[in-house]
């Protein structure tokens, strides 16, 4: 693969980085260094205060916001992002976005301001929730009352098409690293085999930390991000096909246009994982990759069934996540192996679904326990049970024992509670500073109790943080 140096449009102008430009060092790094452009702030580098935020132009017109921290250069090649410095007017002057936040007494120190603008800009292309838009973004003199009235004085616009360089497959070189940037599965394969240490990079919202923060330099980086198989996405009568590269904003709003017992659930957490920034990268294949026993997406993918297909240049397999999740981040792929795509089966019309996650803030938080359960309820008696959990154990668990009561039972509210007294069988939560163990085994109890309360009174809204 021949190297190439990295481009991509900035501010809609397009820009080429010398040829020695390390592909993995950060976004944010390379706009406030060699870029000159420091009206982009570094405040946590770890994806949690916004004051990085950029946002990428899609081609279709979309805004999408991201934590330039978080963000290798690598994955810009062949894109388009805007900073503040490219938000203006007709006339040159301050884009209306800026000048209505001023207006609204939106800033004080400032600080937080530019990461706000950006993200704001990103939310006006729609009709989406200002509360939902700002998540990622820390305040902390303004207050958010004038922020959010700010946004609601923002006329919507309508976001054109963004010109991005034309860009093929790529190795990006700098003393000490490879980069690659391949354009094809079968590509993708042969890197993998010839290269089995090399990071794996979807989002980088998990992998994007060891570089900002713990200011790692990998010695070789295989880049998914333009692989077009694992950007696909497909709904049909049969299930959810999701490829591992797909970010989280495109699943979401599928789900949000999806008539199923799932959709709803689902959306409501996957609304709650990180904040925008982090969801307009972050994927499917990335949560898996990482086997955590806290991340938000593993629960309801072994409640539901869920199965991944793993390639090689040798073979293709399939098997359930379940399977796949093998210990404390550890998982059972082969060091010539990918994860290529997350296939979710349907829910039957009378299928109760639910996901819940407990964490100390509703927003931009890690679990503290999350419960996933999907039940097949007929003529007023649970047939099937599926209950899986995260944050109780070293690894993401079924409830077998509490399944097993749920099995059969009729649907009621004691039979759930027969069942969440059994979790004790099931879970072995350790004390942290997320919470002790003792609170941890009653919090599940809680949860899998909400399952009833979620499909029997959905009009009362449950406390979600600590």
Known sequence: MASEQISFCLNGQVVVLPPTTSAASSLLDWLRGPAGLRGTKEGCAEGDCGACTVALEEPDGARVPINACLTLLG???GRAIRTVEGLRDAAGGPHP???ILAEHDGTQCGFCTPGI???AWAAVTGDGDPHEALAGNL???TGYRPIVAAMAAMPREVATPAPVPASTAACFHAPGQAFHLPRGLHALLSLRAAHPDAWLLAGGTDLGLRVSEHRERPPEVICLLAVPELQALHIDAHGIRIGAAVPYHRLLAA????????AAPFARLLARLGSAQIRGLGTLGGNLGTASPIGDMLPPLVALGAEVTIASLCATRRMAVEAFLTGYRTNALAPDEVVTEVIIPRAGPGDVVAMEKLSRRHDQDITAVGLSAWLRVVEGRIRA???????????VLRATAAEHVLMGAPWSLETVRAAARMLDRDIAPLDDLRGSGAWRRAA???????VWWRATRPDVEPMEAL
């Open 385 to 395: 049970a599926r209950v899986a959990l995260g944050g109780v154990g070293p690894r």
């Open 117 to 119: 603008v950006m993200s």
């Open 75 to 77: 994955q810009m090649h």
């Open 139 to 141: 305040c902390r003199c």
């Open 444 to 450: 599940a109890a809680g949860l899998l109790e909400r």
């Open 97 to 99: 976005v800026a000048r």
């Open 255 to 262: 789900l949000r246009g999806l008539d199923d017992p799932i």
